[in-house]
Antibody, heavy 121, light 106 residues
Framework: QVQLVQSGVEVKKAGASVRVSCKAS????????ISWVRQAPGQGLEWMGW????????NYAQKLQGRVTMTTDTPTSTAYMELRSLKSDDTAVYFC??????????????WGQGTLVTVSS | IQLTQSPSSLSASVGDRVTITCRAS??????LAWYQQKPGKAPQLLIY???TLQSGVPSRFSGSGSGTDFTLTISSLKSEDFATYYC?????????FGGGTKVEIK
């Protein structure tokens, strides 16, 4: 079954770190990278960055530089997103997403189910 | 690259023709995608490369445009189409999304 399955709900204190996992199955994980997108409550979608599952190359959104790290474990087909120094406005649903064809030009045809991260002060 | 969607919300009836626009702050060729999102769910890809229908998406959805101005059209609204729609530019990093258009039942 082709899917991305994410880890569960997280509740963190301000200043802490969170790590969300995204396990892929049913397609060639190495071929395309994983992007992370977040959505604050009642708000729109925000792209956070991307990691190549082939060579680990990353590209992060400027506003998150220094606080976010994306990694990938190819033997288990799992991608991870760690966000540090959490603030209340990091409260959001975090999605992993990928494309499975070059023709999609970085549009995402496969998404994880989302992971709610709540940051309390 | 900023994407401005309009309207931010609309009310429509089943069977209506609905048009949503997305304007880019600079030219992005045809590097635009459209998504549908329902409450509590991940976005679903509808259209990529501005006008190519994703596999499995009903033909009542269509996309057009290039450069800076793009349109998503639903030819005859069905009950399952009430949702929020987002455009996304995939021309250059950082990838960006429009603010969304919520399609509600009239």
């Amino acid at each position: 079954q082709v899917q991305l399955v994410q880890s569960g709900v997280e509740v963190k204190k301000a200043g802490a770190s969170v790590r969300v996992s995204c396990k892929a199955s049913g397609y060639n994980f190495i071929t395309y990278g994983i992007s992370w997108v977040r959505q604050a409550p009642g708000q729109g979608l925000e792209w956070m960055g991307w990691i190549s599952n082939y060579n680990g190359k990353t590209n992060y959104a400027q506003k998150l530089q220094g606080r976010v790290t994306m990694t990938t474990d190819t033997p288990t087909s799992t991608a991870y997103m760690e966000l540090r120094s959490l603030k209340s406005d990091d409260t959001a649903v975090y999605f992993c997403a990928t494309r499975r064809s070059l023709a999609l030009r970085n549009a995402f045809d496969l998404w994880g189910q989302g992971t709610l991260v709540t940051v309390s002060s | 690259i900023q994407l401005t969607q309009s309207p931010s919300s609309l009310s429509a009836s089943v069977g209506d023709r609905v048009t949503i626009t997305c304007r880019a702050s600079q030219g992005i060729s045809s590097d635009l995608a459209w998504y549908q999102q329902k409450p509590g769910k991940a976005p679903q890809l509808l259209i990529y490369a501005a006008s190519t229908l994703q596999s499995g998406v009903p033909s009542r959805f269509s996309g057009s445009g290039s450069g800076t101005d793009f349109t998503l059209t639903i030819s005859s609204l069905k009950s399952e189409d009430f949702a929020t729609y987002y455009c996304q530019q995939v021309n250059s990093d950082p990838l960006t999304f429009g603010g969304g258009t919520k399609v509600e039942i009239k």
